[in-house]
């Protein structure tokens, strides 16, 4: 099955710097990669994704690039603010159509950006 | 428009009990997935239902059921529940959004079961 590693599990910036969270999946068939925030107490909010046949997406401040020859994708946030505080998960899928998609996740990284 | 819906969103049970969560999925989507996410961990997933039937299961014991209905909401069922069984439980819809070359998945808020 899938593995996602996560990296660093931990991460702390100073208000207005740049934050990089790296991932590393094992199947060559996945070709979904969503990124999830997910604030104390509540559920998982999808704030970008990537697909396989995409190297670089950005949404605003927050972009993902992949790499599907090396198999990692990381998420860029730039001009941090002490609301991006969180936790951040990766995420990977092989999806091949309706009903038959199942996300392995990484373990997360807490970031913290120091005000 | 209405995201993942869940309910409750707690709820305390005693070892041995049995437990039903409900969800309904985000507008337009067909698809539903349940996961379960112990503290500090990443969500882990049980299994995922299209057109009310189970398509796919993660590695859960049979205690793990599941129902997903015509209007495609769903439900999860936990019988005889162990200590063990405490955690987040999420569910995800899964559908085209605009702007979008393919499906999506959005997250409810969970329900935060506690197993005593």
């Known amino acids: 099955g899938e593995n996602v590693e996560q990296h660093p599990s931990t991460l702390s910036v100073q208000e207005g710097d740049s934050a990089v969270i790296k991932c590393t999946y094992s199947?060559?068939?996945?070709?979904?990669f969503p990124w999830y925030k997910q604030e104390l107490g509540k559920g998982p909010q999808l704030i970008i994704d990537?697909?396989?046949?995409?190297g670089e997406k950005k949404d605003q401040r927050i972009a993902v690039t992949l790499n599907k020859t090396a198999k990692h994708f990381s998420l860029h946030i730039t001009e941090t603010q002490p609301e991006d505080s969180a936790v951040y998960f990766c995420a990977a899928t092989a999806y091949s159509g309706a009903g038959s998609y199942q996300l392995t996740f990484g373990k997360g990284t807490k970031l913290s950006v120091i005000p | 428009d209405a995201g993942v819906t869940q309910s409750p969103t707690h709820l305390i049970k005693t070892r041995g009990q049995q437990v039903t969560l409900r969800c309904s999925p985000k507008?337009?989507?067909?698809?539903v997935s349940w996961y379960q996410q112990a503290l500090g961990q990443g969500p882990q997933f049980i299994f995922q239902y299209y057109e009310e039937e189970e398509r796919q299961r993660g590695n859960f014991p049979d205690r793990f059921s599941g129902h997903q209905y015509p209007n495609y909401s769903s439900e999860l069922n936990v019988n005889a529940l162990l200590l063990g069984d405490s955690a987040l439980y999420l569910c995800?819809?899964?559908?085209?959004?605009?702007?979008?070359?393919?499906?999506?998945?959005?997250f409810g808020e969970g329900s935060w079961l506690t197993v005593v």
């Open positions: 995800a819809s899964s559908g085209i959004e605009k702007g979008h070359t393919g499906n999506t998945i959005y």
């Open positions: 199947d060559s068939a996945s070709n979904y």
């Open positions: 990537i697909r396989s046949n995409v």
């Open positions: 507008s337009g989507h067909d698809t």
